[in-house]
């Protein structure tokens, strides 16, 4: 893999690195077993005897500065938890995927947006008990290339950057790749690369751009606005959207702790009620979203401007797209980024059996060993979020089945 562990500046601010250095790799393969994990699980025990019992626990939300944050950002800034008799510190913005687990694991945060495989990792290789309750949003990702680039077999014998490993961008971006007969390596700068062949690299989400701008990398598939940023800045173009790849997936989802959700049971759904209602709220105020997570907005929740989260969160058709042959599904009728929160037991399982086929590096002992079914029923706890949908309307308010069951669509 190549090594990008110098000092990186992101998201147009020195303390806002939001992707994932060769630093922050290793600290988070660390992570990802047990042994490494176990001194800041004993941190956690720690902190939690502290804490103050019942539901007077603040919510202490950790995250990055992405549109996949975007409910936990809404809901704190419209005082969501507050209106559900909670308590909410300042969000703690994180510099890292690494950070962000670090801090969770650790009790400092208590919740988080985490990318979906991540979570497998953090509960199954570093034995870490935590839970998905709620999906943070759907789609809201795309593979972005230089302009040169007009086709996926373009990027044969270059290089692509996508933000972990452990990601549903590394998933699409490996099936894209394999449709259109090219095959997956990873190697160093120095490395050749074949005519049918890929280099993925790791990069931080906002390096994606200047490295695409320098052509240091001939493409990234990574969460919004960092395309809307390269569309924007002429810098890049869509090549793909990954919604029109994976129909409504899953990318980042919110994780507690099973310390909290069994001792504080009403806690936890107070904290998802709140998710909840923020979502339904974002999907029809998408520009005030825009503006509460914009760097103009009081809270500076984000280093975005208005003008590029408003490219993604605004924008309810794929017109331009369609005309310009970039949208394969049109009938699928997606927005470019949209907000649900039912983690459907049917996402969970492709996932894992996606995850067995796709080139990963770290420590992947504990995925061979993981049923489908079962990572389904373990990793996810949808009691809370099913009595939220009930309370706003039920799954029709979110245009979702009655029975909450859906059959996952995918096609290259």
């Not at 052509?215 to 959207?241: C, D, H, W």
């Not at 993604?312 to 907000?339: M, P, S």
């Amino acid at each position: 893999m190549t090594d990008t562990s110098k000092s990186i500046h992101l998201c147009a601010s020195s303390n806002c690195d939001c992707g994932m250095t060769r630093r922050d790799f290793l600290r988070m393969s660390a992570l990802g077993t047990a042994a490494g994990a176990a001194p800041l699980l004993f941190a956690g025990d720690a902190l939690a005897r502290q804490a103050p019992k019942g539901d007077d626990q603040p919510v202490k939300i950790g995250y990055l500065p992405i549109t996949d944050a975007t409910p936990l950002l809404v809901a704190h800034g419209r005082k969501l938890f507050e209106a559900e008799g909670l308590q909410a510190e300042t969000p703690r913005l994180f510099r890292s995927w690494a950070q962000i687990v670090e801090a969770f694991v650790s009790g400092q945060v208590n919740v988080i947006h985490l990318l979906s495989p991540a979570t497998m990792s953090v509960r199954y290789g570093a034995k870490f008990p935590a839970k998905v309750v709620a999906w943070n949003h759907v789609n809201g990702s795309a593979l972005t290339v230089a302009k040169e680039i007009n086709q996926v077999t373009d990027l044969g014998g270059k290089t692509v950057a996508i933000p972990f490993w452990y990601s549903i961008h590394n998933i699409l971006l490996q099936q894209i790749l394999s449709s259109a007969g090219l095959s997956v390596v990873s190697k160093s700068r120095e490395g050749g690369i074949g005519p049918k062949e890929v280099n993925l690299v790791v990069l931080p989400p906002a390096e994606m751009v200047s490295a695409l701008a320098s052509k240091s990398i001939a493409g990234f598939i990574v969460a919004e606005p960092f395309n809307a940023l390269a569309e924007t800045n002429g810098v890049g173009k869509i090549l793909r959207f990954s919604g029109d790849v994976w129909k409504n997936h899953a990318c980042c989802v919110t994780f507690l702790s099973e310390r909290d959700i069994n001792t504080r049971p009403e806690w936890a759904q107070r904290v998802t009620n709140a998710i909840v209602k923020a979502q339904l709220w974002t999907r029809t105020n998408q520009l005030d979203t825009a503006r509460l997570l914009s760097n103009t907005d009081s809270h500076r929740y984000t280093p975005h401007a208005l003008q590029v989260l408003s490219k993604v969160l605004t924008v309810t058709d794929y017109a331009d797209y369609e005309k310009r042959g970039i949208i394969v599904h049109k009938n699928w009728n997606q927005r470019r980024i949209d907000f649900q929160p039912y983690p459907f037991a049917s996402y969970t399982e492709q996932m894992v059996r996606a995850l067995k086929t796709t080139r990963l590096e770290g420590d992947t002992g504990f995925l061979a060993k993981l049923d489908p079914a079962f990572v389904a029923r373990d990793l996810v706890d949808d009691r809370f979020v099913r009595k939220a949908i009930t309370a706003v309307g039920g799954p029709g308010a979110f245009g979702l089945p009655a029975n909450l069951l859906r059959t996952e669509t995918l096609a290259v």
